[in-house]
């Protein structure tokens, strides 16, 4: 099956610095998904990439659909302490009547005040 | 918009009990929802896929006869856990499609099987 590798696993952030994590995978997507995920809820959507090449923004979050479709990142500027959480990826391919959609393994987001 | 809701969000059964857990779309319709379960500090895992109207498609290790999933209309999808026992404690979150590809989560249920 399709497996996508997200990294970083984790880091920890000082306050108002720039946070970068990607995710790249052996095969192609349709569609790439970014979600945050607090303790006990479930994810929520942050941005979704369509196109090839396609560069979205949301507030501070930035996110690119990679060329090849391989690939994704997600850019948080002037990280705050409600940035914190889990990050997920995930890659959508749907095809032939069928659908899957593929989770990286998640970035834990630490922001020291 | 895409606002997809769980109930209940917490539950604490008894072994050997059914604990029955339904998921909304509350603002659009969805004729495909997702029921995943998730171990701590772990990603999603994919259960099943419910198709409004048939038959829910069951990942391969996931037993059907004991997540029973139904469909029974383009809002409501419901996942009932047959006889728990303490391994299926977990938390469990329903997606749903609204357009091209993405799926909007449910908040999840936190189950417990004492």
């Known amino acids: 099956g399709q497996q996508l590798n997200q990294s970083p696993q984790s880091m920890f952030i000082q306050e108002g610095e720039d946070v970068s994590m990607n995710c790249t995978s052996s095969s192609i997507f349709n569609t790439w998904l970014w979600y945050k995920q607090d303790p006990g809820e479930g994810p929520v959507l942050l941005i979704a990439?369509?196109?090839?090449?396609e560069l979205t923004s949301n507030g501070r979050l930035t996110a690119q659909f990679g060329i090849t479709r391989k690939d994704s990142f997600l850019n948080i500027s002037a990280s705050i302490p409600s940035d914190v959480g889990i990050y997920f990826c995930?890659?959508?391919?749907?095809?032939?009547?069928?659908?899957?959609?593929?989770f990286g393994k998640g970035t834990k987001l630490s922001v020291i005040p | 918009g895409a606002v997809v809701s769980q109930h209940p969000s917490r539950v604490i059964c008894k072994s050997g009990t059914s604990v029955k857990i339904e998921c909304r779309s509350l603002?659009?319709?969805?004729?495909?929802m997702f029921w995943y379960r998730q171990f701590p500090k772990k990603s999603l895992m994919l259960m099943a896929t419910?198709?409004?109207?048939?038959?829910?498609?069951?990942e391969q290790g996931v037993e059907k006869d004991k997540f029973l999933i139904n469909h029974a209309s383009l809002t409501l999808s419901t996942l009932t856990v047959t006889s728990a026992h303490p391994e299926d404690s977990s938390f469990y979150i329903c997606?749903?499609?609204?357009?091209?590809?993405?799926?909007?989560f449910g908040p999840g249920t936190r189950l417990t099987v004492l």
């Open positions: 995930a890659g959508a391919y749907s095809g032939a009547g069928s659908y899957q959609l593929t």
């Open positions: 419910s198709n409004e109207g048939s038959k829910a498609t069951y």
């Open positions: 603002d659009f319709q969805a004729t495909t």
């Open positions: 990439l369509y196109k090839a090449g």
């Open positions: 997606s749903a499609t609204a357009e091209a590809d993405t799926q909007y």
